[in-house]
């Protein structure tokens, strides 16, 4: 049965990692299954606007380190995608390489609420942990490599799909996918919806809580990460309480840039909408049992979110 998997997996997949987590010792060891018509095929690496991070590198069927034919995959410092080219045409998802870096660490400073009363923990910047031992900065350990995929969250309104970025919070990404696979999000709610922010400006659709309360998650509290991903419509990131590491499994997609922007910096941005902007403005335009609290009359199910084959990154054309 063993077997019949593996043979399975590489008959879907022409590029596999070995392992998951590599460690810099050890490289990063992939296999490559090629047909009998292949002429030619090579390995280019991508940010994510398809930009090229290095020259692109002829590869032949095998299992290769891919840090000896792409040297420059070991001065990464953020998640890139690893694209297979065949007969000069990008096939099938990309590899996500995610180095495994030393954490960076938010500092936080009391601030005022609106109220005028009341304060809250407010990120004022970042120190890497690095820092203190005086290591470069980021430290990187090794690396995590996976097949790229893109989220399908189903709704009873409709479907939302997701792009994630792993460039700009790799662990929030696979927090959020280890989820999904374990089907935590199976059947919840959007059981906080924010359609106007107090300013009048479109705000948020919450959910991911398993209990549907607001109070809900996974067991655990996740590291926040310092995304550069602004908050614009159909954004998606990670709601948490007043501690800025108190994330779990519930997440929001934002409603308009107006309404999400002084989240920036303060809130851990994932993903990208790719499809079904309409079904998160349906969502959000649902009646409202409480609009002090966010709480639907009916709130929306998500049904599913499940994890699909992304698109071949194609190579961005130079001027």
């Known amino acids: 049965m063993f077997e019949l998997f593996i043979t399975t997996l590489f008959l879907l997949h022409p590029m596999n990692p070995l392992h998951t987590y590599n460690n810099v010792q050890n490289g990063i060891m992939v296999d490559v299954s ?4 292949v002429d030619t095929a090579s390995l280019v690496l991508l940010d994510n606007e398809n930009n090229l991070l290095a020259p692109p590198a002829t590869i032949l069927r095998g299992t290769h380190d891919i840090t000896r034919r792409i040297p420059e ?5 953020r998640a890139a995608w690893l694209q297979l080219y065949i007969n000069d045409t990008a096939v099938d998802s990309p590899l996500i390489i995610q180095p495994l870096t030393s954490r960076e660490v938010p500092v936080v400073e009391d601030a005022l609420r609106p109220d005028g009363k009341t304060t809250y923990p ?33 709704t009873s309104e409709g479907d939302i799909r997701v792009a994630l970025r792993p460039d ?39 959910g991911g809580d398993p209990t549907g309360t607001g109070s809900g998650g996974p067991g655990y509290w996740l590291p926040i990460e310092n995304s550069e991903l602004p908050h614009d419509f159909g954004v998606l990131s990670m709601a948490r309480a007043s501690d ?26 994932f993903g990208q909408t790719l499809s079904g902007g309409d079904v998160i403005k349906k969502i959000a335009s649902v009646k409202l049992a409480d609009p002090a609290t966010g709480a639907p ?15 071949a990154k194609e190579v961005a054309p130079t001027e």
């Open 34 to 37: 090629l047909g009998e018509e």
């Open 73 to 77: 995959i070991k001065e990464l410092t």
């Open 122 to 154: 407010k990120i004022v910047g970042w120190m890497n942990e690095a820092e203190e031992d005086e290591l470069p900065i980021p430290f990187v350990s090794g690396w995590r490599v996976y097949i790229d995929e893109n989220v399908i969250v189903k």
């Open 168 to 206: 700009v919070a790799p662990n929030t990404v696979w927090n959020f996918r280890e989820l999904a696979k374990g089907d935590l999000y199976e059947n919840s709610t959007f059981h906080r919806i924010v359609p106007m922010s107090s300013k009048g400006h479109p705000f948020v659709i919450q």
């Open 244 to 269: 800025p590491d108190s994330a779990g499994s519930q997440f929001f997609f934002c409603l308009s840039r107006e309404g999400t922007a002084r989240l920036d910096g303060q809130y851990c941005s």
């Open 297 to 311: 009359v009916s709130p929306p199910v998500v049904h599913s979110v499940t994890l699909v084959p992304s698109e």
